[in-house]
């Protein structure tokens, strides 16, 4: 049963009341406030820097029409992403993920777009279960690599595990294994780093012991240094396109020193890069952005402070794998895209107007992320036809049934955010 219409209007009612509570003059006011005066540099309650711009601080527009017929300073571009069906549980007691990782090149490259790394990572408070991990098994006539790996037993959280693991071992080892055909530019879709793993260190102190203590994370993450490593040695840049940040670092310490209402960075920026008329409205015939940033910020700053010891040897200062980035505004669709990239590739300020101008440009021209992300998402992407064929094939093997509950009966199968 729906609402009724009293009930709705009842509803707006209350909407109205709250808005009359909330100026958003001020808070246009403030937000402009807390960019000019905070950001140069951004201090933590420590007197640490935990963000700073490179090169002058400020923000800066270009003509959306302009700005895509501008010829690319980096002529082809390879995308990657990763997918999964998502954790799912079985009655035999087996938590399961599966992901697969895709590139994607501009221009196309069909042998190159048929490769896939996939991952089965199998958790189990089973100990008598005795099946092992494997070594890479090549299938498909040598264009996938597929292998399983056993997640380390916790109590808790064992969804959450599962799928970090296929995901990010998936995406990293594909990068690694391809990263020799990419010419001029790899652009992840999301960020440089495993985020998703790393906020485990301010999540639980469980997975932070596994993130710190077990050597299944520790090599994901590995990874992850090591693509670095070899994207500097052959001068290519190595970026990643945030199309969703839930980043909430620069917030928090905005919050600390000004007092700003937003719940996210995203939120702030977006209000920082807005352009409206006299009247209010929105002006949608360019595109915002900011100057770039090195930062250190909550996630951004845990594999520079020590935390993880990765048990290798890095090739590079510890400033080269920094956090770097800058942010669009595209009031076309009023979306936020974060742009990132180590520091090793952006403490050259040529590189860096770049790398501006050719993420500036691709997002003038396809809405959204770069062509080749959007080709790797497409390819990576297990859609829910899919995944519930694959669900349905693991039961067979399994002789198992997936457990279910109501809501899985009310709504289906909870999809599940990637990065």
Aim: glycine fraction near 6%; charge should be negative.
């Amino acid at each position: 049963m729906t609402l009724d219409p009293v009930h709705v209007d009842g509803i707006a009612d209350l909407a109205t009341e709250v808005r009359a509570a909330v100026d958003e003059t001020d808070q246009t006011a403030l937000a402009e406030r807390a960019f000019a005066e905070f950001l140069d540099p951004l201090y933590d309650s420590s007197g640490n820097v935990v963000l700073e711009p490179l090169g002058e601080h400020g923000k800066h527009k270009v003509s959306t029409a302009d700005i895509a017929l501008t010829d690319a300073p980096f002529p082809t571009h390879h995308g990657l992403d990763a997918g999964t069906i998502n954790p799912t549980t079985f009655k035999n007691g087996l938590v399961v993920d599966v992901s697969q990782a895709a590139m994607a090149g501009v221009p196309s490259d069909i042998d190159l777009h048929r490769g896939r790394t996939i991952v089965m990572t199998v958790h189990t408070n089973d100990t008598a279960a005795n099946f092992e991990e494997t070594d890479w098994r090549m299938d498909d006539e040598g264009y996938a690599r597929r292998r399983i790996l056993r997640a380390p037993r916790v109590d808790r959280h064992e969804q959450v595990v599962v799928h970090a693991l296929a995901l990010y071992l998936a995406e990293s080892d594909h990068a690694l294994e391809q990263h020799e055909v990419v010419g001029d530019l790899l652009v992840l879709d999301g960020p440089i780093y495993p985020t998703g793993l790393l906020k485990w260190v301010e999540r639980d102190p469980e997975l932070e012991r596994l993130i710190i203590e077990r050597e299944e994370f520790t090599d994901v993450i590995g990874n992850y240094i090591e693509l670095v490593e070899r994207f500097v040695d052959r001068g290519v840049p190595l970026t990643g396109f945030v199309k969703n940040s839930a980043s909430k670092a620069i917030t928090r310490e905005l919050r600390r020193v000004s007092g700003v209402p937003w719940v996210d960075d995203s939120d702030f920026f977006r209000r920082v890069l807005e352009r409206h008329d006299g009247e209010s409205e929105l002006q949608t015939d360019t595109l915002t952005f900011t100057g770039w940033y090195r930062s250190r910020a909550g996630t951004d700053g845990v594999l520079a402070d020590g935390t993880i010891d990765l048990d290798r040897e890095r090739n590079l200062d510890d400033e080269a794998y920094e956090v770097t980035f800058f942010v669009i505004y595209d009031p076309r669709d009023d979306l936020l895209y974060r742009v990132e990239a180590p520091y090793a590739f952006t403490r050259d300020e040529q590189r860096r107007e770049a790398l501006t101008t050719q993420f500036l440009g691709a997002v003038a021209r396809e809405r959204g992320p770069p062509l080749a992300v959007g080709k790797a998402d497409e390819l990576a992407r297990i859609d829910r036809p899919g995944k519930e064929t694959i669900r349905r094939r693991i039961e067979h093997a399994f002789e198992s049934d997936q457990q279910t509950d109501y809501n899985d009966k009310r709504w289906g199968p909870a999809e599940w955010v990637d990065h």
